[in-house]
C-alpha cells in the first residue's frame, strides 16, 4: 500500500485538480511569507514598546500583515475543500465508470459492496486529507525556507543552528514513525476484527436470543470490548511516546538557538529587535513539521481510500473492444466445447449444445452446477475459457455486448430494483415506453394488483434495492421488465425460487405467457417449471446431459 | 451552546466511575496548554529584560522556568494524552456492553440491515470523540482563558479586558458561528450524500441487471450529474466555512494589537507590553480551538442521540454481569447450579387457546382465534400460503411476539410467566432470522447447547446432512464459516443452523422452514432425518410451504390470512377438497414428473 503523504497518481488521474493544487502551493509559499512579515512587524512593534513608544508603522503593518493572513486561511481551506470536491467527483465517476467497462462479471460478489461503500461514503474521507492535512503539508516546507532565510538575514549564526537542528524533526520522526507504523499495523488488523466482532455480535442478537444466549453473551461483550480497548492503548502509547519525543526535540532546537542569543543581547551583541524576531520565528520552523506528522495518521483513512480508489478504477478494462456486429437472437445458438473456469472452480467442462429457435429449454441440476454459467455465457457475463458460443454462426465473443443484449430479456434469481418509482423499475431497458404499453407489460407479469395496493401505483418510489416489495412481487416486476424488452431470446434463473406456492402459481402463469413465441432458457429450481419445457438439460459438476422427457400426466396415471 | 445536551447527559452519566480520571485529564490539558502559553511570556519577559542589561541573578527565576515549562509541557501533554484516552476508552467499553445489553433485553428486536448495524458501531466511538475531541479541550481552553485574563488584570485591568473581549470572541461567538455553519452544510449535504450512496449501491449490485437491460450509459449519466452537484456544493459551503477559521486568525492578531495599543496608553512598563502582546496570541490560539470543538460536537450529536436513545431504553437492571448464565461464547459449561429448576427440556405441554396477533394497530390482525394443543412428544405441521401468519406462530411461541388477546401456555402457567432465559430451555429451534457467527462450525454449533460432546455434536450435524461436508473441510469443525456465514452456500448455512437446533433440542422445536434453500430431495431427505434425529417425547413444530413429508406427523393446520382453514392428518386432508389438496395435486405432479425425468 501507498506510504507516500501525497500520491503522485493523483496530478495524471485527475487533471481538473492540477490547477487548484498548483494555487494551493503558491498558497503556501504566500503563507510562509505572511509568517516572517507578521512576526518581523511584531518584533519592531514589541522593541520600540520597550522603550514605551507606540511605533505607528509597525503597529500597521502588523495589522496589515494579520488581515493578509487571515484571507490567506480562507483562501487556502476554500481552495483546499475545491480540490477535494473536485477529486472525489472525479474517482466517483471513474469508478462507477469501471462497473460499467468491466461489465457485471467483474463486479460480482464482495467488490460489489466494496466499490458500493468506496464511491459512496468511503471517499469523504478525503475531505480530512486534502482540507487538514495536504495544506500542512506544503507549510511544513514552504514556512522552514522562509523563516530561514529571515533569520539568516537578520542574525546568520541562530540561523545555522537552526538548519543543522531542523532535519532532525523528519528523522526522529521516520525513525519513530516505522517503529510506530508497525505496531499500528498489527493493532489495526486486531481492532478491526474486534469492532467486527460486536457487530457480529449484535447481528446475531436475534439468535442469540432464541438460544437463551442473549444475557450470557452480555459478558463476552464486555470482554472483547475490553481486550479492544488494552489493544489500542498499547498502540496509543507508542504513538505518544513518538509525539513526545518529537516535541522534546523541537523545544531543545529552540532552547539551543534561545540561549546564545539572550547572552549576546546581555552582552550588548545583538538588538533587541533581532533578538525578538528570532525568538518569535524560531518555533514556527519546527511547527509545521511536527503538525503535518501528527495529522498524519487523521489522513490515514483519506490516503487509504484514495489509494483503493486509483488502485480499483486503474486496472485495464477487458481484454479487447469487442464492437463486431451482433447476431440475431432469432437464430440457432450452438456452444462449442465450452468450458468455463473461475479462480478456484471449473463452472462447465466441454459444453457441447445447440439450442434450436423457438425452443423452450428448461436447465435442472443441484446448486452451483454451473446452471447460472450458462446462461452467463449468453448474456456476455462470462466469456469462455476455452471454446465458443456462436448464434447464427457469429462468435459471440467478437459481436457489440451491447447491441447484443437487446435481443436478450433476462430474469434472475433475485432482481435488482432500483431506488426510483416502481414505474422507472419496470422500464429499465426501455425509459420512453408509452403508459399504454407499460401498463399492458405490468398485466401480463401480474403485477396489477401489487400496483393498485401501493399508495402512489406506478409512481410508487421504491426503497434502496427494492425495500418495501415481497420476493414474489420482486420478482413479478423482473418478469414485467422482460415483457416491456420484448425480446427473442429469453433467459430466465429460477424464477420461483423463494416463493410460496401462491405467488409461485400466478409467476408461472406469468412466466408462461412470457415464454410463448420466443427461445427460452429457464434455470428450474422447483419442478414446477418444467412440464412445458420441450428439452430438458441436467447439469451436474460442469457436465451436461440430455434427459427425456416423460409426459407428466402418464407418470400420474 | 454551552449547555450539554440531552443525550451528552446520557453518556456523562455514564462516565461517573470515571470522572475522576477525566477530571485529571482535563485538567493536564489545561495545565499543558498553560505551560505553552507562560513559556511564550516567560521568554518574551527574559529577552526584554536581558535588553535593558540587569545583573544576571535577576534573570535566574525565570531561566530555571523557561527551561522547567519547555520541558514539561511535553510531558504534561504525554500524561494528558495518555490519562484522557485510557478513561475514555474505559468508558466505551461500558457504553458497548451496555448497547449490547439494551438490544439483549428487548424481547422483540426490530429488523437491523447491516448500514444500521455499522452505524451502531460507528455512533458509540462518538462517545469517545465527545469526550476527546470536545469536552477535555473545551474545558482545558475555558480554564487557560480565565487564568489568562486573570494574570493579564494583575499587569493592567484595561489589557485585560481587551484580552477578554477577543477570548470571547474566539472562544464563544466563533464556535456558535461554526457550530451553525455545521449544521447547516450538514442539512444541505445529507440528502445528496444519501442519494448518491444509493446510486452506488444500484451502479455495484445492480450491475447485471442494468447492462443486461442496456442502462448502464443513463444510470452512469444520472450519478454523474448528481456527483456535481454535490461537489458544486461542497465548493460553496467551504467558502463559507472557512470565514471562521479565517475571522479566528484575525481575532488573534487584532487582539495583540489592540492589547499593545491600550497598554502603551495606559503606560505600562515595555517589557510587560511584550509579556501581555505575546501572551494573548498565544491565549487566543488555545481559545480557538473551541472553534474545531464546536464543529466535532455538531457532527457527533445525531451519533449520539441514537446511542442515547438505546441507553434510556436499557431495563433498569443495567448491570450487565447479573445474570445467573455466564457461559462464555461457546464451550464454557452452561450454568447448571443456577438454572431455575422450573424448566427442563422435556416433555412440555403447549396450549394455544383463541389466539389472536396484531402487529400494528389498526392492521389486519396477522393471527386469528387460534387454537392448538401441542402434548410433549407431539408432532404439528403449520401449512399455507406465504403471509398467511405460519410464522407469527413461532415468534408468539418463542416469546418474541405477545397475543393480544387469548392465552398461550407451557405447562399450564402462561409463557410470560416465564423469563427470557428460561423459555428458550424448553422452546426453541430453527426460526426466520438464524444468524450464522463469524466464528468456528464447532462454536456455532456450541451455541445451541454449549458443552455437548463431540458424539452429540456430529449427530446433529449429520441429521442435517452436513457432516460430510465438515469432513472434507482442511480444519473440520474448526473451519471458521466467515462474516455472516459468508463462506458457505445457502444450503450449507441452512444446514448448520438446522444442525444447531437439533443440537439445542428444547423440549418443543420450533422450524421455521427448515429446509428452505434445498432442493426438493435433499430438502425431503433432511426433512425426514431431522424428524427422527428429535428424541420421543419432544414435541415440534414444523413451519413449512412445501408439503411433502409431512405424512407422518401428528396433525396438519392450514392457515390462510391468519385464520385455521383445514386441519387433520395429512391422509384426510389428500381425501378433502380444499388448499390443501389442490396444493399437494400440484406440487405431488410437478415433483413426481421431476423424478420421473432423472435417470
Known amino acids: 500500500m501507498n506510504r507516500r503523504p501525497f500520491d503522485p497518481r493523483l496530478l495524471r488521474r485527475v487533471p481538473a485538480a492540477r490547477r487548484d493544487l498548483a494555487v494551493l502551493a503558491l498558497l503556501g509559499v504566500v503563507a510562509a511569507g505572511l509568517v516572517v512579515a507578521q512576526a518581523t512587524a511584531l518584533a519592531a512593534l514589541l522593541a520600540t514598546a520597550f522603550d514605551g513608544r507606540l511605533d505607528r508603522p509597525a503597529l500597521a503593518g502588523l495589522v496589515a500583515a494579520v488581515a493578509a493572513r487571515s484571507l490567506l486561511v480562507w483562501a487556502q481551506g476554500t481552495v483546499s475543500a475545491r480540490v477535494a470536491a473536485t477529486v472525489k467527483a472525479a474517482l466517483r465517476v471513474e469508478l462507477l465508470g469501471a462497473v460499467g467497462r468491466h461489465g457485471p462479471g467483474w463486479v460480482a460478489g464482495q467488490r460489489a459492496g466494496q466499490l458500493a461503500t468506496l464511491a459512496g461514503r468511503g471517499l469523504d474521507a478525503l475531505d480530512a486529507y486534502f482540507t487538514g492535512y495536504l495544506p500542512q503539508l506544503v507549510l511544513s516546507v514552504t514556512v522552514p525556507v522562509a523563516v530561514l532565510g529571515r533569520i539568516f538575514l537578520a542574525d546568520w549564526s541562530s540561523a545555522l543552528i537552526i538548519a543543522v537542528t531542523l532535519p532532525l524533526i523528519p528523522i526522529f520522526g521516520a525513525l519513530l514513525g516505522w517503529q510506530a507504523q508497525a505496531a499500528t499495523e498489527r493493532q489495526w488488523r486486531r481492532l478491526s476484527l474486534l469492532g467486527g466482532h460486536f457487530l457480529d455480535m449484535v447481528a446475531g442478537l436475534p439468535t442469540l436470543r432464541a438460544f437463551g444466549r442473549a444475557r450470557a453473551q452480555v459478558d463476552v461483550v464486555r470482554r472483547m470490548a475490553d481486550g479492544h480497548r488494552v489493544a489500542t492503548m498499547k498502540t496509543l502509547r507508542i504513538a505518544f511516546l513518538s509525539a513526545l519525543v518529537l516535541e522534546l526535540v523541537a523545544t531543545l532546537s529552540v532552547a539551543l538557538v534561545a540561549v546564545p542569543v539572550g547572552l549576546r543581547l546581555l552582552g550588548g551583541g545583538l538588538t533587541l529587535q533581532t533578538a525578538l524576531l528570532v525568538l518569535l520565528l524560531t518555533p514556527e520552523a519546527y511547527l509545521p513539521l511536527r503538525a503535518a506528522g501528527a495529522r498524519f495518521h487523521a489522513s490515514m483513512e483519506g490516503l487509504t481510500a484514495l489509494d483503493e480508489a486509483l488502485t480499483v478504477s486503474a486496472t485495464p478494462p477487458a481484454p479487447a473492444e469487442r464492437g463486431g456486429p451482433a447476431p440475431d437472437g432469432r437464430a440457432e445458438i450452438r456452444f462449442e466445447s465450452v468450458t468455463v473456469e473461475y479462480e478456484r472452480t471449473t463452472a462447465l467442462r466441454d459444453v457441447t449444445l445447440t439450442i434450436r429457435p423457438g425452443e423452450r429449454i428448461a436447465i435442472v441440476g443441484p446448486s452451483g452446477a454451473g446452471k447460472s454459467t450458462l446462461l452467463g455465457l449468453l448474456l456476455g457475463f462470462v466469456t469462455p475459457t476455452s471454446g465458443r458460443v456462436t448464434v447464427g454462426g457469429v462468435d459471440l465473443a467478437g459481436a457489440d455486448p451491447q447491441v447484443w443484449r437487446r435481443q436478450l430479456a433476462w430474469v434472475p434469481q433475485r432482481a435488482h430494483l432500483f431506488a426510483a418509482s416502481l414505474a422507472d423499475n419496470i422500464r429499465l431497458g426501455a425509459p420512453d415506453t408509452p403508459d399504454a404499453a407499460l401498463a399492458a407489460a405490468v398485466r401480463d407479469a401480474a403485477l396489477d394488483d401489487v400496483v393498485a395496493g401501493l399508495p402512489d401505483g406506478l409512481a410508487t418510489v421504491l426503497g434502496e434495492r427494492g425495500h418495501g416489495l415481497s420476493s414474489g412481487q420482486r420478482q413479478r416486476v423482473a418478469l414485467a421488465r422482460a415483457f416491456l424488452r420484448d425480446a427473442p431470446l429469453v433467459l430466465l434463473d429460477e424464477p420461483t425460487a423463494r416463493l410460496d406456492s401462491a405467488s409461485e402459481a400466478v409467476v408461472l402463469a406469468a412466466t408462461r405467457r412470457l415464454v410463448a413465441g420466443r427461445t427460452a432458457l429457464l434455470v428450474a429450481h422447483r419442478p414446477a417449471l418444467l412440464s412445458d419445457a420441450d428439452r430438458v438439460l441436467r447439469i451436474e459438476e460442469g457436465r451436461v446431459t440430455e434427459l427425456t422427457p416423460v409426459p407428466t400426466a402418464e407418470v400420474i396415471r | ?599
Open chain 2, 1 to 599: 451552546m454551552i449547555a450539554a445536551t440531552r443525550p451528552e447527559r446520557a453518556v456523562l452519566r455514564l462516565a461517573r466511575p470515571y470522572l475522576n480520571r477525566l477530571l485529571g485529564a482535563g485538567l493536564l490539558a489545561a495545565v499543558t496548554e498553560f505551560a505553552g502559553l507562560a513559556l511564550m511570556a516567560t521568554a518574551t519577559w527574559l529577552l526584554m529584560s536581558a535588553a535593558g542589561r540587569p545583573p544576571l541573578d535577576r534573570l535566574t527565576v525565570a531561566i530555571v522556568a523557561v527551561r522547567a515549562l519547555a520541558v514539561s509541557r511535553g510531558v504534561f501533554r504525554y500524561t494528558e494524552r495518555l490519562a484522557g484516552h485510557d478513561a475514555v476508552l474505559r468508558l466505551v467499553t461500558d457504553v458497548r456492553t451496555r448497547v449490547f445489553a439494551a438490544l439483549a433485553a428487548r424481547r422483540a428486536p426490530e429488523q437491523r440491515t447491516g448500514d444500521a448495524l455499522s452505524r451502531l458501531v460507528s455512533d458509540v466511538e462518538a462517545v469517545q470523540d465527545l469526550l476527546l475531541r470536545v469536552l477535555v479541550p473545551a474545558s482545558a481552553a475555558a480554564l487557560v482563558s480565565v487564568v489568562a485574563v486573570g494574570a493579564a488584570a494583575l499587569i493592567s485591568p484595561a489589557a485585560a479586558g481587551t484580552l477578554a473581549v477577543g477570548l470571547l470572541v474566539a472562544g464563544v461567538a466563533l464556535p456558535a458561528l461554526a457550530t451553525a455553519l455545521t449544521r447547516r452544510a450538514a442539512a444541505e449535504v445529507a440528502p445528496l450524500r444519501g442519494a448518491l450512496a444509493a446510486d452506488a449501491v444500484d451502479l455495484t449490485h445492480g450491475a447485471a441487471d442494468l447492462a443486461a437491460f442496456g442502462a448502464t450509459g443513463s444510470a452512469l449519466a444520472a450519478a454523474g450529474q448528481r456527483t456535481a452537484r454535490l461537489a458544486r456544493l461542497e465548493r460553496r459551503l467551504a467558502a463559507t466555512g472557512f470565514a471562521v477559521d479565517a475571522a479566528g486568525v484575525l481575532v488573534a492578531g487584532l487582539s495583540a494589537a489592540a492589547v499593545v495599543f491600550v497598554a502603551l496608553a495606559r503606560d505600562v512598563d515595555g517589557v510587560l507590553v511584550g509579556v501581555l502582546a505575546v501572551g494573548t496570541l498565544a491565549a487566543v490560539e488555545v481559545a480557538l480551538a473551541l472553534v474545531g470543538a464546536a464543529r466535532q460536537r455538531t457532527q457527533l450529536s445525531a451519533g449520539l442521540t441514537r446511542v442515547a436513545a438505546l441507553l434510556d431504553a436499557a431495563p433498569t437492571d443495567t448491570t450487565p454481569t447479573a445474570g445467573p448464565t455466564e457461559a462464555t461464547a461457546a464451550g464454557a459449561a452452561p450454568g447448571g447450579e443456577e438454572t431455575p429448576a422450573a424448566v427442563s427440556t422435556a416433555p412440555h405441554h403447549v396450549r394455544f387457546s383463541d389466539v389472536t396477533v396484531r402487529y400494528r394497530e389498526g392492521a389486519a390482525p396477522a393471527l386469528v382465534g387460534f387454537d392448538l394443543d401441542l402434548p410433549a412428544g407431539r408432532r404439528v405441521a403449520v401449512v399455507g400460503p406465504s403471509g398467511a401468519g405460519k410464522s407469527t406462530i413461532a415468534a408468539v411461541l418463542t416469546g418474541s411476539v405477545r397475543p393480544e388477546a387469548g392465552r398461550v401456555t407451557l405447562d399450564g402457567r402462561d409463557l410470560s410467566a416465564y423469563s427470557a432465559q428460561e423459555l428458550p430451555r424448553a422452546v426453541g429451534g430453527l426460526l426466520a432470522e438464524a444468524y450464522v457467527f463469524h466464528a468456528s462450525v464447532r462454536d456455532n454449533l456450541l451455541l445451541g447447547r454449549a458443552g455437548a460432546s463431540d458424539d452429540e455434536v456430529a449427530a446433529a450435524t449429520a441429521a442435517a446432512g452436513l457432516l460430510d461436508w465438515v469432513r472434507e473441510q482442511p480444519d473440520g469443525w474448526d473451519t471458521v464459516v466467515g462474516e455472516e456465514g459468508g463462506q458457505l452456500s445457502g444450503g450449507q448455512r441452512q444446514r448448520l443452523a438446522l444442525a444447531r437446533a437439533l443440537l439445542a433440542a428444547p423440549g418443543v422445536l420450533v422450524l421455521d422452514e427448515p429446509t428452505e434453500g434445498l432442493d426438493p430431495a435433499a430438502a425431503d431427505a433432511v426433512l425426514a432425518s431431522t424428524l427422527a434425529a428429535t428424541p420421543p417425547g419432544h414435541s415440534v413444530l414444523l413451519i413449512s410451504h412445501r408439503l411433502s413429508g409431512l405424512a407422518g406427523l401428528d396433525e396438519i393446520v392450514v392457515l390462510d390470512a391468519g385464520r385455521v382453514v383445514q386441519r387433520g392428518r395429512h391422509a384426510d386432508l389428500v381425501a378433502t377438497p380444499g388448499w390443501y389438496r389442490d396444493q399437494w395435486r400440484l406440487q405431488e405432479a410437478a415433483e413426481r414428473g421431476y423424478f420421473a425425468l432423472t435417470p
